[in-house]
């Protein structure tokens, strides 16, 4: 009984260390309109998330924000958007006033850019 505990307990670890790409954290997403600013349409919006928790063998080299199913843009830095302070607006392309869409942020790691899941869609 000790042998399969300590088996247990070992295989758990060795999971959480080295199995792991883990997700971006508290992905929020925002928009409202704003008359007379450089928004497109007046429509401004913010794309928010938190940094993954530190891995100790996968490096964070960026992340990938999809539009729908489709690979928006692959960045280095945290957050997008267009707002009243922004002219001209360089993250104007994600928002699409026609239709729904659905967002999801990933985090991707190593040169190998494997891709942490989508815990998130908004």
């Not at 992340?63 to 830095?77: A, G």
């Not at 942490?116 to 908004?122: E, F, I, V, Y």
Request: glycine share 6%; aromatic share 18%; hydrophobic share 40%.
């Amino acid at each position: 009984m000790k042998k399969l505990i300590t088996s247990t307990l070992l295989l758990f670890l060795a999971v959480q260390v080295f199995g792991q790409l883990n997700p971006v954290k508290n992905f929020q997403f925002e928009h409202w309109y704003s008359y007379g600013s450089p928004c497109p349409g007046y429509y401004c919006f913010s794309l928010d998330w938190g940094a993954p928790d530190v891995s100790v063998v996968d490096t964070l080299v960026g992340y990938n924000i999809y539009r729908d199913s489709e690979l928006w843009r692959f960045q280095e830095y945290i957050g997008a958007g267009c707002s009243e302070e922004i002219s001209p607006c360089p993250d104007e392309s994600f928002f699409d006033f026609s239709e729904t869409f659905w967002i999801k942020v990933k985090a991707v790691y190593n040169s190998a850019l494997l891709e942490s899941p989508a815990l998130d869609t908004l």
